[in-house]
T-cell receptor, first 111, second 115 residues
Framework: RKEVEQDPGPFNVPEGATVAFNCTYS??????FFWYRQDCRKEPKLLMS???SGNEDGRFTAQLNRASQYISLLIRDSKLSDSATYLC????????????FGSGTQLTVLP | DGGITQSPKYLFRKEGQNVTLSCEQN?????MYWYRQDPGQGLRLIYY???????QKGDIAEGYSVSREKKESFPLTVTSAQKNPTAFYLC??????????????FGPGTRLTVT
């Protein structure tokens, strides 16, 4: 089983739609969780950290379910500019500094 | 402006040549990392360094070497021993402050093509 697993997509959604991505991680000892966004041929950029209580940043909501070992990202009112690959990232157990990256979920928002 | 710079953006080399990729940060971060990304795949860790003059191998260190002589700089050398060096190379850094999470910040990357 992969350490961090994501549905690769692609997800093609119309503008204004709500879209959700899920990610599962294999090690229950992981403590830090993030969503990164990567545009085509660019570097990943931190979108948001994921906290146990869930957190929201504008149109983006991240949730963590430790019991089931999954993380979700919800994007409401999708914009064309949301088109990108979304990477689920989890710290390596025993190392707060080392991160394991999922392969990413590709999102295309259509006009 | 604080950030991470990588140079060059594109690099072309002939097989059998060593090549060094530059990574500089002015964020005062202690930890620095090198990843490679291949099409359709996640990032894979090559080397990382948590303090000056110290570094550790990541998951795919074979055929690569690094140095960390200054806090700001973490160059990566791709040697001729690396079997499949063509890839997108990303450098990242993270803060040294005592906190629960260590999000990483990335440079713009270097696309290396070896023919």
């Amino acid at each position: 089983r992969k350490e961090v697993e994501q549905d690769p997509g692609p997800f093609n959604v119309p503008e204004g739609a709500t879209v959700a991505f899920n990610c599962t991680y294999s090690n229950s000892a992981s403590q830090s969780f993030f969503w990164y966004r990567q545009d085509c041929r660019k570097e990943p950029k931190l979108l948001m950290s994921v906290y146990s209580s869930g957190n929201e940043d504008g149109r983006f909501t991240a949730q963590l379910n430790r019991a089931s070992q999954y993380i979700s990202l919800l994007i409401r009112d999708s914009k064309l500019s949301d088109s990108a690959t979304y990477l689920c990232v989890v710290n390596m157990p025993g190392s707060a500094r080392q991160l394991t990256f999922g392969s990413g979920t590709q999102l295309t928002v259509l006009p | 402006d604080g950030g991470i710079t990588q140079s060059p953006k594109y690099l072309f080399r002939k097989e059998g040549q060593n090549v060094t990729l530059s990574c500089e940060q002015n964020l005062n971060h202690d930890a620095m990392y090198w990843y490679r990304q291949d099409p359709g795949q996640g990032l894979r860790l090559i080397y990382y360094s948590q303090i000056v003059n110290d570094f550790q191998k990541g998951d795919i260190a074979e055929g690569y070497s690094v140095s960390r002589e200054k806090k700001e700089s973490f160059p990566l050398t791709v040697t001729s021993a690396q079997k499949n060096p063509t890839a997108f190379y990303l450098c990242a850094s993270s803060t040294d402050r005592d906190r629960a999470t260590y999000e990483q910040y990335f440079g713009p990357g270097t696309r290396l093509t070896v023919t």
